[in-house]
């Protein structure tokens, strides 16, 4: 595709359930980065994936998020037992690693959490 | 500890004026890279520019152009000859170009309302 595509673009989840978010980065690229763009917190990094290294996890707010990346393209994050303050847009973006950290972010997926 | 400041919230002006929407950072790093991305009420992030630490020369595209000032730890944007299309949320950011790290630190953004 053209673009970053991320799905769904909006998902309503009570507390408790756990949620998966799909991210389809640009072809060719090989970097990953998920991000949670909140009204409280702003925009924050929460994780970052680079061809086959192990990933950077560093901006996971709790061990009830976690992301994979299959097959160095696509990637899903995965939000166990949501509660309400995990409501937020979830925002990907990738980039090639032949241009220096220019990102290229794709639509969001809104949770709601209720 | 790297941060972005954008201490402006909101700014409105009034189409064809000019404005500058400010942008102060904090890194401990030589190497860095600053950006300044769009987000118009479709919420998708559209990169602006990217600039790297060591290139201070200012940059002029179109009706946009950026200063960046390493000496106050400064990189605005001004827009010239506003335009209702410029209505949206601004945010700078931040990258630091520590071996595996090149995520970006946002600043809170400053929400642009130009008026007819």
């Known amino acids: 595709g053209a673009g970053v595509s991320q799905s769904p673009s909006n998902k309503v989840t009570e507390k408790g359930k756990d949620v998966e978010l799909r991210c389809d980065p640009i072809s060719g690229h090989t970097a990953l980065y998920w991000y949670r763009q909140s009204l409280g917190q702003g925009l924050e990094f929460l994780i970052y994936f680079q061809g086959n290294s192990a990933p950077d996890k560093s901006g996971l707010p709790s061990d009830r998020f976690s992301a994979e990346r299959t097959g160095g393209s696509v990637s899903t994050l995965t939000i166990q037992r949501t509660q309400q303050e995990d409501s937020a847009v979830y925002l990907c973006a990738s980039s090639s690693d032949t241009t220096s950290y220019e990102q290229y972010f794709g639509p969001g997926t809104r949770l709601t959490v209720t | 500890a790297q941060k972005v400041t954008q201490a402006q919230t909101e700014i409105s002006v009034v189409e064809k004026e000019d404005v500058t929407l400010d942008c102060v950072y904090e890194?401990?790093?030589?190497?860095?890279?600053l950006f300044w991305y769009k987000q118009p009420p479709s919420g998708e992030l559209v990169f602006l520019i990217r600039?790297?630490?060591?290139?201070?020369q200012n940059e002029i595209s179109g009706r946009y152009s950026w200063n960046f000032q390493k000496s106050t730890s400064s990189f605005n944007f001004t827009i010239t000859a506003s335009q209702v299309v410029d209505s949206a949320v601004y945010f700078c950011?931040?990258?630091?170009?520590?071996?595996?790290?090149?995520?970006?630190?946002f600043g809170t953004g400053t929400r642009l309302t130009v008026i007819p």
């Open positions: 890194t401990r790093d030589t190497t860095y890279y």
């Open positions: 600039r790297n630490s060591f290139d201070e």
């Open positions: 950011a931040l990258s630091e170009a520590r071996t595996g790290a090149n995520n970006l630190f």
